[in-house]
């Protein structure tokens, strides 16, 4: 019985709801983009202490897929602050 | 000398006709606002707005108001943005929207006689110099104040070595020739080098500006997703026009895909469709979302002091240290992201218009 009263109370009302999922969001968008940042650096590091001569070229692709993947990161970031400023 | 000499009296001028406005910040409905609210700030420094801030001096707000150009039913209003006073009073039965919903910062219209929003009327078009756009003018000051000087210098400096402000550009334009659009775009890179080096200038140097506190920098011109979503127009048109036969025939007739990807219902050409309008709408967001990440970062920082501050003042000055550290830390950070932002949509435009005017490899072999 005070379940479903906590969820009648919670069913008017789903803005604290939608705030918690946002920063949710927020945080798994945080872990995704380490994640594959971490990746591309881990690549990057390796293909330097291969090929010390190669690491100029190395290092603008390493920077372009970072950009690259934090603009998807974004994304999720941008819905984020949507919910919870909007 | 003397061009740079009248740019520079113009700039300076424009900005010296809107008079600077003092305004005592009490009121009615402003005392209950010296109770510190961090995201309210934060919001209110990233969103445009009808005047620039300059400082709050006890009680007193300094700012510059802005010309407020709109256009109501046909009629031309333009005023100064002082007759709202702060949003205090309306003025032709318009004023601007206090209340925290969707139009706040807005131009509304007033129900004539009263200071209520007339929730029925429409909102009139809004063509003001707001202060983004005030930041666009004044990055394009500086861009056009830095290239004129430098291309006086090479036609002046006709054999020499560069020297001054042209040792600084060179680098960067023939980075973005040699290390951008060379690579990107083939054989025709020339016709597009004057746009890729525009928007890669405007852009980093719109960021830079960005993050200087003190007037005149300090307006979030590319963290205004209009601004982003103009550049990324420019990109879409200039790679729609500039597509050749082969460019549309991979959109909409792939070769290699399987026909019945194609007939009955026409997936492959969605997808490519699709992409066509993706890419340059994940330009903008790009772009968007990492300096006003930027900006709210630095501004949460400093925002920590004083939600802090409230707690106890001794608090306060304890994280002032480390804010204050962490908030240079992230604007240093900022640098290197204004930096690399440019480059990415510069670079990602460069490679779409390369994708544009392809000659297909294997061409000769028509089907």
């Known amino acids: 019985m005070t379940i479903l009263s906590v ?11 939608a705030k918690m999922a946002a920063a949710f969001g927020a945080g798994i968008a945080a872990i995704a983009a380490a994640f594959g940042i971490g990746n591309i650096g881990r690549a990057a590091l390796e293909s330097i202490a291969r090929q010390p001569e190669a690491s100029g070229d190395i290092r603008s692709n390493m920077i372009v897929s970072a950009a690259l993947i934090e603009g998807v990161a974004f994304f999720a970031i941008v819905v984020c602050l949507l919910i919870l400023f909007i | 000398m003397r061009t740079k000499l009248l740019i520079v009296t113009l700039f300076f001028g424009f900005f010296m006709t809107f008079p600077l406005m003092a305004a005592p910040a009490s009121g009615g409905n402003e005392t209950h606002e010296q109770e510190f609210n961090a995201g309210h700030l934060i919001i209110d420094h990233i969103v445009d707005s009808h005047e620039w801030h300059i400082a709050t001096i006890g009680h007193t707000h300094i700012t510059i108001p802005l010309p407020v150009i709109l256009i109501d039913q046909g009629k031309f209003h333009v005023f100064s943005s ?25 131009i509304v219209k007033v129900i004539p006689g009263t200071m209520q929003t007339d929730t029925a009327a429409e909102k009139p078009i809004d063509l003001s110099i707001t202060k983004t756009v005030a930041g666009i003018f004044v990055s394009f000051l500086v861009v056009i104040l830095i290239f004129s000087s430098v291309a006086r210098s090479y036609t002046r400096n006709k054999g020499h070595a560069p020297r001054g402000l042209q040792s600084v550009l060179e680098p960067l334009i023939l980075f973005i020739r040699d290390e951008v659009a060379k690579p990107s775009i083939g054989k025709h890179y020339e016709r597009f080098m004057p746009f890729l080096l525009t928007l890669f200038f405007f852009i980093f140097f719109t960021n830079l500006i960005g993050l200087i506190p003190l007037f005149p920098g300090g307006a979030n011109v590319t963290g205004n997703i209009g601004v982003t979503l103009v550049l990324a127009a420019f990109t879409f048109m200039m790679t729609a026009f500039s597509g050749n036969k082969s ?36 330009l903008m967001i790009r772009l968007f979302a990492n300096i006003t990440a930027g900006h709210i970062i630095v501004l949460g920082f400093v925002s920590l002091i ?41 670079l990602l435009s460069a490679l779409y218009f390369g994708m544009a005017t392809e000659e297909h490899a294997h061409a000769a072999e028509h089907h």
């Open chain 2, 82 to 106: 002082s007759k709202f006073h702060h949003g205090h009073s309306s003025y032709k039965g318009f004023k601007i929207e206090t209340e925290r919903n969707a139009n706040k910062g807005k």
């Open chain 2, 247 to 282: 460019y549309w025939q991979h959109i909409f007739n792939t070769p290699g895909v399987p026909w019945w990807l194609k007939f009955p219902i026409p997936l492959f050409p969605i997808i490519e469709i699709t992409g066509v309008v993706v890419k340059p709408f994940v």
């Open chain 2, 306 to 346: 004083f939600v802090f501050g409230k707690i106890s003042p001794g608090l306060g000055y304890g994280v002032s240290v480390v804010s204050v550290f962490f908030a240079v830390f992230i604007s240093v950070l900022e640098l290197l992201v204004a930096f690399i932002q440019a480059y990415v949509f510069t």
């Open chain 1, 7 to 17: 969820l009648m109370q919670v069913a008017t009302d789903l803005a604290p709801l």
